[in-house]
T-cell receptor, first 117, second 109 residues
């Protein structure tokens, strides 16, 4: 099956610094990628939809200036958490759609656990 | 908008059968998915329903009734490794996948 690689798996940073998370589709082209955030014992909350070559579409309540998304190629999308604060500590997961599938199935990266001190 | 409801927690015995229900309201419908998620890991795809009826895949089956806004995931011959969260997810308008809060299933010997 299709593989989505997400790096890093975990990151610890100081408050006020920026963190970049990469999401790559390894064996298929992903014109659309999605970024989710998950707090402990809660479900995945969609943050934004990342479209190759265009601006990302953010969900209501998600600060676009704080969570910068770049989807510069058909296989790579990045999420940058700018000026991170402890409340941004969460599990971030990307997913990508493989249009070769017979239905709209999403493939998920392995997730990034962000801890902001 | 969309709204997805599923029980928060369930418990079951090894070897038994468990049914996890999911009800939803949505303005657009492009399919209903079930995912399994272990703590700290990414979700794993289990099933997809876009038409009414039952889809069976090994020990897992999923049912959909679009007119009732209702789906269930059926797990047979439960194993200890089935202890996980089970996420009902709806693909609505704009083909965005929106997740329910998840059901934490605990399987006991």
């Amino acid at each position: 099956g299709a593989v989505v690689s997400q790096h890093p798996s975990w990151v610890i940073c100081k408050s006020g610094t920026s963190v970049k998370i990469e999401c790559r589709s390894l064996d298929f082209q992903a014109t659309t990628m999605f970024w989710y955030r998950q707090f402990p014992k809660q479900s995945l909350m969609l943050m934004a939809t990342s479209n190759e070559g265009s601006k990302a579409t953010y969900e209501q309540g998600v600060e676009k200036d704080k969570f910068l998304i770049n989807h510069a190629s058909l296989t790579l999308s990045t999420l940058t958490v700018t000026s991170a604060h402890p409340e941004d500590s969460s599990f971030y997961i990307c997913s990508a759609r493989d249009r070769q599938e017979t239905y709209e199935k999403l493939f998920f990266g392995s997730g990034t656990q962000l801890s902001v001190l | 908008g969309q709204n997805i409801d599923q029980p928060t927690e369930m418990t079951a015995t090894e070897g038994a059968i468990v049914q996890i229900n999911c009800t939803y309201q949505t303005s657009g419908f492009n399919g209903l998915f079930w995912y399994q998620q272990h703590a700290g890991e990414a979700p794993t795809f289990l099933s997809y329903n876009v038409l009414d009826g039952l889809e069976e895949k090994g020990r897992f089956s999923s049912f959909l009734s679009r007119s009732k806004g209702y789906s269930y995931l059926l797990l047979k011959e439960l194993q200890m490794k089935d202890s996980a969260s089970y996420l009902c997810a709806l693909m609505g308008g704009y083909n965005k996948l929106i997740f329910g809060a998840g059901t934490r299933l605990a399987v006991h010997p």
